[in-house]
């Protein structure tokens, strides 16, 4: 899916709900953030793979930490668990970036951002 076909989508969908303000703002601001968000999918990935990221700073190191210790104790992980912590972190960074962002916006930006991402 190109950047373009979301765009796309989002012109669509933006359009049925223009009557509704909330829904309407938060899917403009999940427009927004999805091309800010590939450097913070990256990270994630290095993380699941066991790569400390140095571009991530201590605040937001702690908070990963904290949040998702089996990730770093040697438990064995299976795939889907595994990219549901990507998921997660990538959703957490997002709000620790935007805090203004809910989770919910965070993790439909994220998921649409790692869609163009991975079809690209």
């Given at each position: 899916m190109s950047i373009q076909a979301v765009l796309n989508f989002f012109s669509n969908l933006l359009s049925k709900f223009r009557g509704n303000n909330r829904i309407y703002n938060s899917l403009v601001y999940v427009e927004g953030l999805i091309?800010?968000?590939?450097?913070?999918i990256k990270i994630a990935g290095d993380i699941i793979v066991?790569?400390?990221p140095t571009e991530v700073d201590d605040a937001a190191w702690a908070i990963i930490k904290g949040k998702y210790p089996h990730l770093f104790d040697?438990?064995?992980l299976n795939q889907?668990?595994?990219?549901?912590?990507?998921l997660g972190i990538t959703?957490?960074?997002?709000q620790y970036h935007f805090?203004?962002?809910?989770?919910t916006v965070a993790r439909t930006a994220t998921q649409l951002?790692?869609?163009?991402?991975?079809?690209?």
């Open positions: 091309p800010k968000i590939g450097p913070f066991g790569l400390v040697g438990s064995k889907d668990t595994l990219k549901l912590y990507a959703t957490d960074l997002v805090p203004e962002a809910s989770t951002a790692y869609l163009i991402q991975k079809n690209k």
